[in-house]
């Protein structure tokens, strides 16, 4: 199994994607995700570099079930995880059904992310791939 994240827009303050979780028998499931934008790949303050990755499924008390990408270099304790709001993350991804500016401050938010979640890691049994890429041939999108 692979999930594709495809990095649509990074403003300088968050990038969102579409995604999809695909096995030899095609697109089992599609979402959105929510980032930090892309600084250099600094902790705490940029979303991970474009590439190919490895995750495993992981609980625990903060986070409940979840995702954990275990192969970035540079970085540590990568999770996808649920939550709405940039501000949610300092590096992991975020993943909703949808896309929607939730406390009305001017940026995209993700809506349904708790059930989004739950339902992307039932499909998983243990662990998955992960491939990130641009929509356009530039490493990371601004405007």
Do not use: W
């Not at 403003?11 to 096995?23: A, M, P, V």
């Not at 409940?64 to 970035?72: D, R």
């Not at 709405?84 to 590096?91: E, I, R, V």
């Amino acid at each position: 199994m692979t999930i594709y994240i495809t990095r649509l827009k990074d403003d300088g303050k968050q990038t969102i994607s579409e995604c999809s979780l695909t096995s030899g028998l095609g697109t089992l499931f599609q979402f959105r995700a929510l980032e930090l934008s892309y600084k250099n790949n600094q902790r705490n303050i940029s979303c991970i570099p474009n590439g190919r990755y490895k995750a495993r499924i992981r609980t625990s008390k903060k986070y409940g079930l979840h995702l954990h990408i275990y192969n970035v270099d540079g970085r540590s304790c990568i999770l996808i995880h649920s939550g709405n709001f940039q501000t949610q993350t300092k590096g992991c991804i975020l993943v909703g059904s949808g896309f929607k500016d939730i406390n009305n401050d001017g940026s995209v938010d993700v809506i349904n992310s708790k059930s989004t979640l739950k339902k992307l890691v039932s499909f998983i049994d243990e662990e998955v791939d992960i491939i990130i890429t641009p929509a356009i041939c530039k490493s990371h999108i601004t405007n």
